[in-house]
Structure formats: C-alpha cells, structure tokens
C-alpha cells in the first residue's frame, strides 16, 4: 500500500520524443508536487497543485506539462525530450499545502535517461 | 532569495557514535524546517518538521534544533547505526505566500560497522 506511487520506474528514451510520467497518491491529501534532482542530487520544485488547481510552476520550459485529473492524481508530459531533460524526477504529496506545516510525502522517483 | 547550505558534504563516522549533522538558511522568514532521509535510489522519507516557533523536535534516536534568528538547524543522530546511512537533507519553507519548499544539497552519511 505505498502511499506515493509514480510509473515508470527507469524511462529511456531518444531526443526528441513524447513522455509521461504518472503519478498517484492515497494518503488523502490535497497538494502535489513535481520535482526534478539533477545530478548533483540537486532538488529543484517544478509544480505544485491544489485540488487539481496549479499553484506554483517554477521556471520549467513550457514542454513540460503537469495535468491533475483529481486531487490524487498529478502527471507529468515531456514534450521534446532534450538531453538536458536527464535527471530523476519525484512526486511528493502534502496536506493543505506546506504552509500548513505538514511534512511531504515522496514517491520513489522516475529515473529519465535521454539519449 | 532563501539559500540553503549544508556542510558537510559528506562524513563517515564508525558505529555508534553520537553525530550532529548542520543546516543553515540565509533568510529567517520561514515556516517551517524539514528534515528528510535519502536512500540511494529512493526517494525522500520525512524525518523531523520544526515549525518557525519551535526549538526542537525529537524521534526516537533523532533530534532536530532550529535556532530561527541565527538561521541555523542541527540534527542529532545519537548511538549510530550502519543503517542511518544514507544522504540527509534539510529544506526550508519560506513564509512569503506559495514559495516552494527549498532544498540543501545534503550530507551524504556513512556509519561504519
């Protein structure tokens, strides 16, 4: 029963292509996050959503785009994978956002290589 | 703009020894202050959350300090564990509106056996 899951694990791929990344959480909260490590294990946030609204989208090309079809769920789509695109990239979950004081929640990562 | 520092980088310590682990921040206007674990190829497990109005928070053999005002947290591994390593990480969440949370780039431990 992992509270944080996101699918796939490992993502190879050509410059170039279309990807998502999914994301779902069942711990019952109401914020999702996007974040990128690169690598110099380097945590970065991309998006954060509130009940499906987006709340904070950092400086992230616009080839990359979040879709939240319900509060569970947060996705990610890389249009026009880039080299620089190759990082590992973690959802995280909180409850009332993090200016509430509660502590995020992370998946185990999507490991993206692009070739 | 929040920077958050972590030195060292990296330590090795043989088992069972006390440990501290340091964090500092150059803007005092936080929320909160969290402390995660990473394990090689994981992601983030939370281990300690210290609101702006709190000292410290304790689990277990963890202890976590947050000295606001001076911009500095500490966290305290008491009697080391092989299993402690991994890499610890501190971040910061600002308290001007929906600024995200901002991330150290951690000390990566290693408790020797």
């Known amino acids: 029963d992992t509270a944080v899951s996101q699918t796939p694990k490992y993502l190879v791929t050509q410059m170039g292509n279309d990807k998502s990344i999914k994301c779902e959480q069942n711990l019952g909260h109401d914020t999702m996050y996007w974040y990128k490590q690169d690598s110099k294990k380097f945590l970065k946030i991309m998006f954060s959503y509130n009940n499906k609204e987006l709340i904070i989208n950092e400086t992230v090309p616009n080839r990359f785009s979040p879709k939240s079809p319900d509060k569970a769920h947060l996705n990610l789509h890389i249009n026009s994978l880039e080299l620089g695109d190759s990082a590992v990239y973690f959802c995280?979950?909180?409850?009332?956002?993090?200016?509430?004081?509660?502590?995020?929640?992370f998946g185990n990562g999507t490991r993206l290589t692009v070739t | 703009k929040q920077e958050v520092t972590q030195i060292p980088a990296a330590l090795s310590v043989p088992e069972g020894e006390n440990l501290v682990l340091n964090c500092s921040f150059t803007d005092s206007a936080i929320y909160n202050l969290q402390w995660f674990r990473q394990d090689p190829g994981k992601g983030l497990t939370s281990l300690l959350l210290i609101q702006s109005s709190q000292r410290e928070q304790t689990s277990g053999r963890l202890n976590a300090s947050l000295d606001k005002s001076s911009g500095r947290s500490t966290l305290y591994i008491a009697a080391s564990q092989p299993g402690d390593s991994a890499t610890y990480l501190c971040a910061v969440t600002p308290n001007s509106g929906n600024t995200p949370l901002v991330f150290g780039k951690g000390t990566r431990l290693s408790v020797i056996a």
């Open positions: 995280a979950s909180s409850l009332g956002g993090q200016i509430y004081n509660s502590p995020l929640h």
